[in-house]
């Protein structure tokens, strides 16, 4: 059974910078996508980067992380980069991936994944 493990969460103050990382565990057959969602109390779960074989980074098109987060990929683990972070990205952040090629169609749907990692918590504070 494949599993996903996400660390790197931290409680952290605005203007840090913080690096979440995603291994495989289990099963390490290569993903074809995976990506990264976040939560925040009270709120749904929201798409903000994916990493697609031959395909590249995908970053969510939301101003609250674009120009801020980038994310990166070596063989099966998965890094999502976060610089100046605000007070809006405290969340839980979880680490999804996928087999199948046809998941890059919809790499920003959380239906379009079947692995899920049990989320690391980020909280900006001051």
């Known amino acids: 059974q494949a599993q996903l493990v996400e660390s790197g969460g931290d409680l952290v103050r605005p203007g840090d910078s913080l690096r979440l990382s995603c291994a495989p565990s289990g099963d390490t057959s290569n993903y074809y996508v995976m990506a990264w969602f976040r939560q925040a109390p009270g709120k749904a779960r929201e798409f903000v980067a994916a990493?697609?074989?031959?395909?590249?980074?995908r970053i969510s098109n939301s101003e609250a992380v674009k120009g801020r987060f980038s994310v990166s990929r070596d063989r099966n683990t998965l890094y999502l980069q976060m610089d100046n972070l605000q007070f809006a990205d405290t969340a839980v952040y979880y680490c999804?991936?996928?087999?199948?090629?046809?998941?890059?169609?919809?790499?920003?749907?959380?239906?379009?994944?079947?692995?899920w990692g049990q989320g690391t918590q980020v909280t900006v504070s001051s």
């Open positions: 999804a991936a996928d087999r199948r090629s046809d998941a890059r169609a919809y790499y920003y749907n959380a239906a379009s994944y079947t692995y």
């Open positions: 990493f697609i074989s031959r395909g590249g980074a």
